[in-house]
């Protein structure tokens, strides 16, 4: 009981870190300031960023490098840009992917009705023939279907290619 205190003590203390940061003129950023008229950054949003993502390639450069005065303002742009533009494609391709799964809920769906339909026909002719009718419709809701994935499909493979050029 004495440890989960003791933890529960010192994850109560700890206090988030915090330092200044400043940038020059000509693009690049530091600790110390440039100038008497430099002013800190906000780089309030910066946390929120970091632990909502899970590659944090650009922010880890920054940090590991020991001499922050050879990050271009250009390069942190681009790849900003670059995961931007991952997070949108891999939102892409989750929405594709719950469009997919619809299609097939909804061909189910009009398959169990149509064999339910079915299930109400006479052995007479007119019952053979609404059963033919019916047979017809629950091919062409499955060939539907099947387009349509087969397009989700196409649409998913050609975001993962982009996706994996970036």
């Known amino acids: 009981m004495d440890r989960k205190l003791l933890v529960l003590i010192m994850a109560m203390l700890a206090t988030p870190v915090t330092a200044e940061v400043y940038k020059c003129a000509d693009g690049i950023y530091q600790a110390d300031p440039c100038d008497e008229q430099s002013q800190p950054l906000d780089l309030s949003g910066v946390g929120s960023f970091v632990s909502q993502s899970g590659d944090v390639a650009a922010i880890d450069e920054v940090s590991s490098s020991s001499d922050k005065s050879d990050i271009k303002t250009a390069d942190k742009k681009q790849s900003f840009s670059d995961y931007l533009r991952k997070q949108e494609l891999e939102r892409k ?74």
Request: proline fraction near 0%.
């Open 93 to 166: 391709i989750k929405n594709l992917e719950k469009d997919k799964k619809k299609a097939f809920i909804s061909r189910d769906k009009k398959i169990t009705q149509l064999r339910s339909n079915g299930n109400r026909a006479n052995n007479n002719l007119a019952g053979a023939t609404w059963q033919q009718s019916l047979a017809q419709e629950m091919t062409a809701v499955m060939q539907q279907a099947s387009t349509e994935v087969e397009s989700i499909d196409r649409e998913i493979a050609s975001l993962k290619d982009e996706l994996k050029q970036l």
